[in-house]
């Protein structure tokens, strides 16, 4: 039989990007098992955006390789998690960033990472953050225009990507100028999720 241990616990996490030093207050998960063989991941979806993933390092990799994409531009950040993004995009001179997610315990992770990591009081104005649920039309709809729409491991369930979607389209469209989505998502296991499998497949076929 398969003996599974989780120890949850929040920590530190210090972390090097380019030549930019990072410490992120975030949810530690250590997994153990004496079978490693299965392809199902549980998932929780009220601690997911607790956690620190590759895909957000990945999009932060290529921002600092791409300062232009972000120098002087007004950003949202969408699920934005821990705001690893928000933060980098804040030293790279974003001109307004707007870090979003559904879950308040979640923001307020997040702007605690703000602060800890961004000194300058000129920098903090320029970021505001705000609850954000990608299917309430009216709260999307009433956003500002943003030159930049930033998500990073946001998809998880076959039954969030209209929603996701329809978020996106609506504020690329907003801007009369135009603006930019960049996505970045992490390949894993297969999901379990409220007791049914969520594979990877699907959800990117979706």
Known sequence: PQVRMDVERFSDHVLSIGNHTIT?????????????TTDLQDVDLDTIGQRLYEAAKLLCHHLILHP?????????????GLALPSIIVSRLKASRILTTDYDAHVL????????????????????????LDWGDEKAIKSLEPFDVVLAADVIYTTRSIPHFLGAMSHILHANPAGSLGLLAHQKRRSLLIGGETESEDTVLLA
């Not at 992120?24 to 079978?35: E, I, S, T």
């Not at 990472?113 to 300058?120: C, F, Q």
């Open 24 to 36: 992120l207050h975030h949810r530690r998960m250590d997994w153990y098992a004496a079978d490693r």
């Open 68 to 80: 232009e994409i972000i120098s002087e531009k007004r950003i949202i950040e969408l699920g934005a």
């Open 108 to 131: 307020k992770l997040a702007e605690s990472n703000i602060r800890r990591n961004i000194s300058s009081e000129t920098d903090l104005q320029n970021i505001e953050i705000q609850i």
